[in-house]
């Protein structure tokens, strides 16, 4: 899955870092049909986790609800250098993942 990962870089140490993230997905909910009345099999990225420097800062549970190519926005503290990994899965098993190096100066 194609995404694009943007992070304020370089961060200051304590201040807060604005983490955007938009991923090409179809995200289709199992509610539409064909023209010939099959519905579409429902397929949603469900869980999407980040980490940073090796610790777990956000976790997401999304559902039908949310738009084709979801858009997430969120923010991180950061106190060190370190990378940014963004990780999800949809419901047909595929993965996806982004990262980035975060530069930490002193505040």
Known sequence: MLA??????????????????????PMETGFRFD???????????????????????????????ISANPYLQFWVVPEQSGELRLQWQDDEGATGQASAWVEVTPA
């Open 4 to 25: 694009r990962l943007h992070v304020s870089s370089p961060a200051r140490r304590g201040q807060p870092m604005e983490v955007r993230l938009l991923v090409q997905h």
């Open 35 to 65: 023209v010939l009345g099959t519905s579409a099999p429902k397929n949603v990225i469900h869980s999407l986790q980040a980490t940073y420097a090796g610790r777990t800062v956000f976790r997401a549970r999304l559902g039908s609800g």
